[in-house]
């Protein structure tokens, strides 16, 4: 009787070892799942004088945040401006400049004309026709000198101008970009200042992620690159807490084309390879996801 309860405890015994041996090999792959994330920066200097980021929180496209201090910026603006009209009162009116030589021009042609009557009814001389027509021709000459000079007022004066209002525009920018909004949908991971600090370009203002759609990185070893390909179907288990494991699906949208050392806390179904390729799964994340969770993966 005794030899019979061995023997039975023995059987149950190795059907347990099997049974755990064969749970421990029943995925291809684990990993875990991260997110792209996103460091939103400040793009002007100043005071952040309201910023509405909490962590966690859910942000939407083009929401609202808050405002820099921008009163630096717009005395700037202002500066730049009263230099451009100080360089524009110095532009002639070339109307008014050439008013005068127009109308000596005016009635030196209508003298010649009267002349040239004369002339055909042989009231006038030659001489008289050609006095008046060299005449014409001078103030004419002086007319188009005048008006080119002036021209050339103009020209250099919009050119001065020019890197002024350039520089205008740039201001124009910055003080569009000290209103904070929101540029994509996602959660916030990180907040990285507090309202009344001082804030500079480049410096992170807080870190966003969609969260709805998570990346699963896992690794695999050479002979199950057979078995992938980009665009399939794979089955995706994590722990809900309960001893059992949660099935999901994704689909795999990226494999590393190259062999990388086998990361300390990754495992692949062939334990004795020590080089293993990085491939990529999306999944929808219905918010029981999270980034840095372990899951397993079978293919």
């Not at 061995?6 to 149950?12: E, N, Q, S």
């Not at 920066?41 to 004088?49: F, M, N, W």
């Amino acid at each position: 009787m005794k030899t019979q309860s061995f023997f039975y405890f023995t059987v149950l015994s190795l059907l347990l070892m099997l049974s755990c041996k064969s749970n421990e090999n029943s995925f291809d792959a684990t990993g875990t799942f991260e997110a792209e994330e996103t460091i939103i920066s400040s793009e002007v200097a100043g005071i952040l004088e309201e910023f509405n980021v909490e962590e966690g929180q859910i942000l939407k496209p083009g929401q609202y945040l808050g405002y820099i201090d921008s009163t630096q910026l717009y005395l700037k603006k202002l500066q730049l401006l009263a230099q451009i009209r100080a360089i524009e009162s110095k532009q002639p009116n070339v109307m008014i400049q050439t008013a005068a030589l127009k109308e000596q021009l005016k009635n030196l042609k209508n003298e010649q004309n009267r002349i040239q009557n004369l002339f055909n009814d042989g009231a006038a001389t030659g001489k008289q026709s050609d006095d008046i027509a060299a005449q014409v021709e001078l103030v004419e000459k002086q007319l188009a000198a005048q008006q080119s000079t002036l021209q050339t007022m103009v020209d250099g004066i919009y050119k001065e101008t020019q890197p002024l209002q350039f520089q205008i525009e740039q201001i124009n920018e910055q003080l569009q970009s000290c209103k904070l909004y929101n540029p994509m949908e996602g959660t916030v991971l990180l907040k990285y200042a507090e309202p009344k600090e001082m804030t500079a370009p480049s410096k992170p203002l807080y870190k966003i992620a969609d969260l709805n759609e998570l990346t699963l990185r896992a690794y695999v070893s050479g002979d199950q690159l057979k078995k992938l390909k980009i665009g399939q179907k794979v089955k995706v288990f994590t722990d809900n807490g309960k001893n059992e494991m949660d099935q999901d699906e994704g689909i795999l949208t990226r494999i590393s084309e190259k062999a990388e050392f086998t990361p300390k806390t990754i495992q692949t179904k062939n334990e004795r390879a020590n080089m293993v390729y990085a491939i990529k799964i999306k999944v929808r994340n219905k918010g029981d996801y999270k980034i840095g969770m372990y899951a397993e993966v079978t293919f």
